[in-house]
């Protein structure tokens, strides 16, 4: 049996504080360092709005990203073959491709057989339209009014920067949850953090479909379309909804449609006369 005297206990105790505070030095040190990295990044100009940015992701990285998203896609989406179509959305694509003020990448159009509205994009500029969302559409101003939206969002760099966001924010979240030791206040703590994640996300995400429905009016009037294809595109979308009254603005990821047509129809007035 060992005997320790009260002084060593002393120390003993002071040592375990030293090294607890110790720790708690290097774990903020860390996350310094991380927030340091995430707010700092690289600076960049954006080249669709001309003001500088900071960016972690580059253009290569973002090409890599892509891939590996679409690879998954093609294994977990039943893809269309219908060739008259997929022959449509290249056209159409690749007239709003040339106007689009990001050209550093080569943008690849994918048609998923599904009875959906929707469409969306990934890094890389790899754009995804549903089947049930070509259907809906009546005309090529239309389609062309979706693709030059999430090719604007791609050349804002809207994807690369929220998968930024999102990485930064589960670095930084193992860190500080991966330090707390009780489970209840973990639970607690991954709520709260999440929470707050998913409103930032979300007013993010608001912010960025404004912006790309901007830049796809401008890439429609610059490509020969009719911007007007925006509009009657929300209403399509409108009418699939069955109408688009949600007050809870605060949780919702994209503005109302009713809002945005407002929003359109007013840059369709801005880039007649400026282009």
Known sequence: MIKHTR???????????????????????????????????????????????????????????????????????????????????????????????RQDYQYQFYLIDKDEMNAFTVPGGHVYFYTGLLRALHSDDEVAAVLAHEIGHCAAHHVAKKFQMSLGYNIIGSMVFGSIQNELAVRIAKLGADTLMNIGMSAYSRED???????????????????????????????????????????????????RIEAVKKEIAVVQTKY
């Open 7 to 101: 002084r060593e206990a002393r120390d003993f105790i002071i040592g375990k504080r030293r090294i607890f505070w110790a720790q708690r030095w290097i774990l903020s040190w860390a996350l310094c360092v991380v927030l340091c990295a995430f707010l700092s990044g690289c600076a960049t100009i954006n080249p669709a709005t001309g003001k500088q940015e900071f960016l972690i992701l580059t253009t290569p990285a973002e090409v890599m990203l892509g891939q590996e998203v679409n690879a998954s896609l093609q294994g977990s989406e039943k893809f269309s073959k219908n060739k008259a179509d997929l022959r449509r959305l290249s056209r159409i694509g690749q007239k709003v491709v040339q106007v689009s003020d």
């Open 209 to 259: 479909e404004y912006q790309a429905d901007r830049l796809g009016v401008k890439y429609m009037y610059l490509a020969g379309f009719d911007p007007n294809g925006m509009i009657t595109t929300f209403e399509v979308l409108g009418k699939a909804s069955k109408g688009d009254d949600n007050d809870w603005m605060l949780l919702r990821s994209h503005p109302r449609l009713s809002d």
